[in-house]
């Protein structure tokens, strides 16, 4: 057929198009009679950028495949707008493999989509020329399409507020009672009850935990020993420490019965006991050390720990907390909220909480204190950490029990409640 008949033929079967996708079908598919070619795919370009819409045949475009993915690399320089809408070829690695890249452009809305035909040649002059025709006929039915997109929304929107101007201005009247009808600012965040004055047993030295006495929650009483640290090599340097101050002791008795009768070895006695008084210092400190490897209770409570196989068998360093002793009576609620959920609190702030043990029941508290910068927690999160005291006194409360508790501050209108986690969001990411 001869090939300004057929793009005749084109140019009315796309107008004749009724949607936008009957149109990129057209596009990608029927636009084969006019030129061979391999493989179509359509593309597109809006304010957010270039990407990938359609292909030929009955194919799905996966966007994050490796070939979608090198089609966009050929596609990077259409997201400025000093681009010409020129044809352009990129003959691929690959063998017998050519792209041709056809934008589509009007004069008002520059280029707003295109072609690129994947083929086993580079296209002859005379067929450059049809396709540059194809994509001046193509581009307005593309704009009028996008347009069409743009209308057909605003129509539903019309006729959804369209129609009786009574109802309308109820309809405005209530989303605007409802926009600013007024909230309690409130945040949830995870909640303990913690151990109120509690003390904290650590590790005197480096070392290796041997053995826990306790069990968590049991009941001990003070100076009771509650965990032993391996004391082997204490116990050997306590015991040289030990002879080694008792073979000083000998000598500087033998020494004072010799200078009985040899007077001028008085003159060793202040040396030898000068090194007494050294071996004895060293001697004093091993004992103490040998004695500081068995950590006792410093008060009656209850031991407060996670496992006891958490603890037997791993090395500690100084300063780590093993154990915790508190009166199971004394507790207070520990709440954790994340520095991104944050509101403004004061002491007088309402705060409920439900424990997961109970979560039917709702528990009072009054804040005692509050975090005034963000900490790490184990999982990694960076919170704020608020102290509220009980104020149900229930006996059944147990250290330990977690739960969720809401903080109420003060008064906001419902869209700004609505919007602030969007916004801060947004913040966010734009930096704005």
């Known amino acids: 057929m001869n090939p300004l008949l057929t793009l005749l033929a084109l140019q009315r079967q796309a107008q004749d198009a009724k949607t936008r996708q009957e149109f990129l079908h057209v596009v990608v598919n029927q636009s084969k009679k006019l030129i061979e070619y391999r493989q179509a795919i359509f593309w597109n370009k809006t304010f957010l950028g270039v990407g990938l819409e359609k292909i030929s045949g ?65 296209f002859r002059g005379e067929e450059q020329s049809l396709l540059q025709e194809l994509a001046l006929s193509y581009a307005p039915l593309l704009a009028l399409h996008d347009l069409r997109g743009l209308s057909g929304i605003g129509s539903r929107i019309k ?31 995870p909640v303990e009850i913690v151990a109120k004055d509690a003390d904290y047993l ?130 207070e609620a520990l709440i954790r909220v994340p520095v ?21 029941k709702s528990f009072d508290a009054q804040i005692i204190s509050i975090g005034y910068e963000s900490s790490v927690d184990e999982d990694g999160i960076y919170t704020y950490k608020i102290s509220a005291d009980i104020t149900d006194n229930d006996e059944t409360l147990k250290i330990g029990w977690k739960g969720t508790a809401k903080i109420r501050a003060g008064w906001s209108v419902l869209s700004y409640e609505i919007l602030r986690r969007p916004i801060l969001m947004v913040r966010k990411l734009t930096g704005i």
Not at 226 to 254: C, I
Request: hydrophobic content about 40%; glycine content about 6%.
């Open 340 to 360: 991104e959920a944050m509101i403004a609190i004061d002491d007088k702030a309402e705060v409920d909480f439900f424990l997961n043990v109970y979560p039917s």
């Open 159 to 189: 006729h959804l507020w369209g129609g009786n101007a009574k109802r309308n201005k109820v309809l405005l009247i209530s989303l605007l009672v409802i926009l600013f009808f007024p909230v309690r600012v409130s945040v949830t965040a």
């Open 58 to 122: 009955h194919a799905i475009l996966d966007p994050k495949s490796p070939y979608a993915l090198g089609m966009l690399e050929h596609l990077k320089c259409y997201k400025g707008n000093q681009v010409t809408p020129e044809i352009r070829i990129i003959e691929e690695s690959s063998p017998n493999t050519v792209l041709t890249i056809i934008p589509f452009s009007t004069q008002q809305d520059g280029i707003i989509g295109g072609l690129i035909l994947e083929s086993d040649r580079k």
């Open 202 to 331: 650590t590790a005197p030295f480096d070392g290796l935990v041997s053995d826990v006495f306790v069990h968590p929650g049991d009941e001990v009483e003070q100076g009771q020993k509650l965990v032993l640290l391996d004391n082997t090599v204490l116990k050997a340097d306590a015991d040289l420490a030990g002879q080694t101050l008792e073979v000083a002791h000998s000598s500087l008795s033998r020494l004072r019965r010799e200078s009985l009768a040899q007077p001028e070895k008085k003159t060793e006695l202040s040396a030898v006991e000068s090194d007494i008084e050294e071996k004895k210092i060293r001697a004093d400190y091993a004992q103490v050390m040998l004695e500081r490897s068995a950590i006792k209770s410093t008060r009656n409570g209850i031991a407060i720990f996670s496992a006891k196989e958490s603890l037997e068998g791993h090395p500690v360093r100084a300063g780590d907390v093993l154990i915790k002793i508190a009166d199971p009576k004394q507790y």
